[in-house]
């Protein structure tokens, strides 16, 4: 994946950057190399999901139904997915 990164030079020295394809992405350094390195972090950060506060609806969730293997002919196995 390819993002557009946009450095600025900061008015008290060092580096900020922003991702404007990722709203509220932004992160800062005082040399090249640190905001290199926090702009990784900021990109990963911003695209994580935090699972703990989402709530599921009970049609949002997965239900797996196990096949009746009673039912297949002897020798054939069945693939799970």
Known sequence: MKLK???H???EGGFWAEV???????T???TWDELLQNIY???????SVDLEGIELKPEDR???QEPNL????PGKQMERY
């Open 41 to 47: 972090e900021a990109i990963e950060a911003c695209l």
């Open 9 to 11: 030079n900061a008015e």
């Open 70 to 73: 009673a039912q297949t002919s």
């Open 5 to 7: 990164v946009i450095v």
């Open 62 to 64: 997965i239900r797996i």
């Open 28 to 30: 800062q350094g005082e």
């Open 20 to 26: 404007p394809s990722i709203p509220g992405c932004h």
